[in-house]
Each structure stands twice: as structure tokens, then as C-alpha cells.
């Protein structure tokens, strides 16, 4: 069965109604990344930082997956598929999709300060300012902040290099290294870019199609235009 390796950004999840980060009206445009995103901003001012994730974790038991996130989970009936995301949101997983690896971290888990393989679900969206991990030590969102290694890169790298197809849904290709996951499909498997701005698509060095239209509309078509495809 073919593989189709899916690589998505905030964008994917904007048709949900989900703020992206660096379009005029995203997240970056309200908040300054360093006081919200990083763990120095986490010593020095925590209550800002778990009232920024309180407030999306609000958000997203708010909103549904959209047609573009239903799009890619159905694909898994006729290929072999996986979804790499930056996304910290689980609409994916409540579309279906079934293998799904978060790069950036998951905004339904929370983690101790302490011991980083200390994840724990969260129910609800509210973290307490001092909810703490069973090891006592205080609870943080299960986020990779700026300036943090990001844990799950060398794993989707090698689900990059698995790739028959690859499609990259509403990211600004901005980020790195998540950015340079496109450089890991093998030469010669075309790439699929689904965005209805200008990603920087210029580290893409495979066949490149850009589809210029909004998740939600752009996905549906592209999915069936490839379960017809002999590729
Ligand atoms: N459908 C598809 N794409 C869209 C839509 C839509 N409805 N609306 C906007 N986009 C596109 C934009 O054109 C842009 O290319 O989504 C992309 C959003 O880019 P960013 O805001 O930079 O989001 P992303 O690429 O996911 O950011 C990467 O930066 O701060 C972080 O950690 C955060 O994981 C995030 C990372």
C-alpha cells in the first residue's frame, strides 16, 4: 500500500476556527512569543503562560474538526497513512486519523517540571496556577516552547523518508527544524502544498503542486483526486 505522509500547521485547523499563529489576525499579532512561549517566560511569569494555554485548551473543546481534518483520516481507508503535525490541538485524532505525531507538543497534556516523561492527560481545559505531577513537582503544559528541543523530529523525519506522497496543509514553513521536514521525502515524491497564502516553499526540492485554497475546501479535493491516482 502507497504511504502518505501528512504535515500539517495551524492552518489545517483555521476552518475550525482556530487562530493561526502568524497571519494578520494570529496569535503572534495579540502575544509577544517570549512572554507566552519559552520557559524563561515560564519561571519568570507563570500565570501568564497557563492562562495563554488555559485560554486555547477553552478554545479547542470549543470547536470540531473541519472537512480538511476528515479529508486526511479518510484517506487511511485506501492508503497507508501518517500525519505529522505541529499542531498542538487533537483534531486530527477526533477526525479519525489514527497515527498522528505532535511535534510541538499536546495541549490536553500537561507534564511535570521535573520529570519530562511524566505526561499526564488533562480533563477540562482549566490548569490550576499550582497543580502539581505525582512526583510533587508543578505541572506544565506539554508544549515545546521556543528555544527547547523538540523531541518527536528524528521520529517524523524517518516517517518523512517513508513517503510516497507528501502533502503539507496550512504551515507557513516559518519554524524550524519542523520546517525541515520537507527536505526528508525521497527524491522524486511529489509534494502537495495546501495553503491559500505563500508558505516558503523554497527548501522543497521535489515535485511541487501548490494548491492554493483553504483547508476545508482544498484537502476534500485533493484526497479525491489521489484515491484515484496510480502513483
Ligand atoms: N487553510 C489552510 N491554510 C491556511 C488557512 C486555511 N483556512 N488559513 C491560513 N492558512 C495558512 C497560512 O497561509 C500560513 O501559511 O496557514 C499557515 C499558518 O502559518 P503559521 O501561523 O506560521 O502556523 P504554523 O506554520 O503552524 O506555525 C508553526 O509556529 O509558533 C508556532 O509552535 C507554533 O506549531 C506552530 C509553529
Known amino acids: 500500500m ?7 500547521g495551524a492552518g489545517v485547523s483555521a476552518d475550525s ?15 509577544r512569543i517570549e512572554d507566552v512561549c519559552t520557559p524563561e517566560a515560564l519561571a519568570r511569569n ?5 492562562e495563554f494555554y488555559n485560554k486555547r485548551r477553552k478554545e479547542l473543546l470549543g470547536v470540531e474538526p473541519n472537512a480538511a481534518h476528515r479529508a486526511i483520516a479518510e484517506l487511511e481507508k485506501y492508503f497507508d497513512v501518517e500525519v505529522v503535525t505541529q499542531n498542538v490541538d487533537n483534531l486530527h485524532e477526533r477526525a479519525g486519523s489514527t497515527r498522528v505525531t505532535h511535534l510541538h507538543g499536546e495541549l490536553m497534556k500537561l507534564r511535570s517540571q521535573r520529570n519530562p516523561d511524566l505526561i499526564v492527560p488533562i480533563e477540562g481545559w482549566e490548569q490550576g496556577l499550582d497543580d502539581r505531577a ?9 508544549i515545546v516552547f521556543f528555544g527547547e528541543s523538540v523531541p518527536m523530529f528524528d521520529r517524523a523525519c524517518e516517517i518523512a523518508a517513508s513517503a510516497d506522497v507528501m502533502i503539507v496543509v496550512g504551515t507557513s514553513l516559518a519554524v ?4 525541515m521536514l520537507v527536505r526528508y521525502a525521497r527524491a522524486g515524491v511529489p509534494v502537495y502544498v495546501v495553503d491559500p497564502g505563500e508558505p516558503d516553499t523554497s527548501m522543497i526540492r521535489n515535485p511541487l503542486t501548490h494548491i492554493k485554497a483553504r483547508a476545508a475546501e482544498g484537502m ?8 484515484g491516482c496510480k502513483f
Open 2 to 8: 502507497k504511504k502518505i505522509v501528512v504535515f500539517t
Open 17 to 31: 476556527g482556530l487562530a493561526t499563529f502568524r497571519d494578520a489576525d494570529g496569535l503572534w499579532a495579540s502575544y
Open 46 to 50: 507563570r500565570e501568564l503562560v497557563i
Open 134 to 142: 505525582e512526583d510533587g513537582a508543578l505541572l506544565r503544559p506539554h
Open 176 to 179: 524550524y527544524p519542523a520546517a
Open 220 to 227: 476534500p479535493q485533493l484526497a479525491e483526486s489521489l484515491k
